[in-house]
């Protein structure tokens, strides 16, 4: 997938940390939330995979995929998420 729109690596943001928000603490799935929707989708992709890597959150090949897609659209580096629990 190529993302080539903010709204889009917002939504495509959305709905991954809604696929695994039931395996974070609700306070970290909060915070997420308050930084996504103030606008901060760059520091909240970079908390929401720091959360999945501290809490060992298994992700799947479509999360991953989505979530390399954002990464890349915001200009953050692969090491951020190329690593993600599976």
Same mark, same amino acid.
């Given at each position: 997938?190529?993302?080539? *729109?903010? !709204? $889009?690596?917002?939504?495509? /943001?959305?709905?991954? =940390? /809604?696929? $695994?928000? *039931?395996? /974070? #603490?609700? +306070?970290? $799935?909060?915070? =997420?939330?308050?930084? =996504? *929707?103030?606008?901060? #989708?760059? $520091? *909240?992709? !970079? +908390?929401?995979?720091? @959360? %999945?890597? !501290?809490?060992?959150?298994?992700? +799947?090949?479509?999360?991953?995929?989505?979530?390399?897609?954002?990464?890349?659209? %915001?200009?953050?580096?692969?090491?951020?998420? @190329?690593? /993600? #629990?599976?």
């Amino acid at each position: 997938m190529k993302i080539d *729109d903010r !709204e $889009v690596a917002v939504g495509v /943001l959305r709905a991954a =940390i /809604l696929a $695994v928000a *039931d395996s /974070l #603490p609700r +306070n970290d $799935v909060e915070s =997420i939330w308050g930084l =996504i *929707d103030a606008g901060e #989708p760059r $520091v *909240d992709f !970079e +908390n929401f995979c720091t @959360q %999945l890597d !501290e809490y060992e959150v298994s992700t +799947n090949e479509t999360t991953r995929s989505d979530l390399a897609a954002v990464g890349d659209y %915001l200009g953050i580096e692969e090491r951020i998420w @190329q690593d /993600l #629990p599976r």
